[in-house]
């Protein structure tokens, strides 16, 4: 099974927008991870972020392409300071690929959590439209498999 994590990509700045949507270039990012994803034919079975409109925005772009007949839903447990072990435990029981859109320092938490058992061990350097691959190794042991930074889509 793998797991992709995504950090919501770039969103306006509180002052611009207090509902904090994606930026012209977030949109733009968002965009084109999409189109790496679907030209190598990965698909997930859910989509969840976390509600709000950065997370929400991104989420729609990209599972228009890995999820094409569903859309994403929003999912308590994503929030940038909501506590890891809940959805640590969550998707362990998961059998099907999956995508969670979120924000820091959730992500970086969770992925902690996973590969190397500790919340607090920083194993991967997010940044806004950021996303990480996991595969699950055992019932309790998940890897990175491969990482994509927006950079990389230029």
């Given at each position: 099974m793998?797991?992709?994590?995504v950090q919501?990509?770039e969103a306006?700045p509180k002052d611009?927008d207090?509902?904090?949507?994606l930026s012209?270039?977030?949109?733009e990012?968002?965009?084109?991870l999409?189109?790496?994803?679907g030209?190598r034919?990965i698909?997930?079975s859910?989509?969840?972020?976390s509600?709000?409109t950065?997370?929400?925005q991104?989420?729609?772009i990209?599972?228009?392409?890995?999820?094409?007949d569903e859309d994403?839903?929003?999912?308590a447990g994503?929030?940038?300071?909501?506590?890891?072990?809940?959805?640590?435990?969550?998707?362990s029981?998961?059998?099907?690929?999956?995508?969670?859109?979120?924000?820091?320092?959730f992500?970086e938490?969770?992925?902690?959590?996973?590969?190397?058992?500790?919340?607090?061990?920083?194993?991967?350097?997010?940044?806004?439209?950021?996303?990480v691959?996991?595969?699950?190794l055992?019932?309790?042991?998940?890897?990175v498999?491969w990482?994509?930074?927006?950079?990389l889509?230029?």
């Amino acid at each position: 099974m793998r797991l992709y994590l995504v950090q919501h990509c770039e969103a306006l700045p509180k002052d611009v927008d207090p509902d904090r949507p994606l930026s012209g270039k977030g949109r733009e990012d968002a965009r084109r991870l999409a189109e790496f994803l679907g030209e190598r034919g990965i698909r997930v079975s859910r989509v969840f972020h976390s509600g709000k409109t950065r997370a929400r925005q991104t989420a729609e772009i990209i599972a228009a392409t890995v999820m094409p007949d569903e859309d994403g839903e929003a999912r308590a447990g994503l929030n940038p300071n909501d506590p890891v072990e809940p959805m640590a435990e969550r998707v362990s029981d998961w059998e099907q690929d999956a995508m969670l859109i979120g924000h820091l320092p959730f992500m970086e938490r969770f992925a902690g959590r996973l590969v190397a058992g500790a919340e607090e061990r920083s194993i991967v350097a997010f940044e806004p439209g950021s996303m990480v691959c996991l595969e699950r190794l055992d019932p309790d042991g998940w890897r990175v498999a491969w990482m994509l930074r927006p950079e990389l889509f230029s």
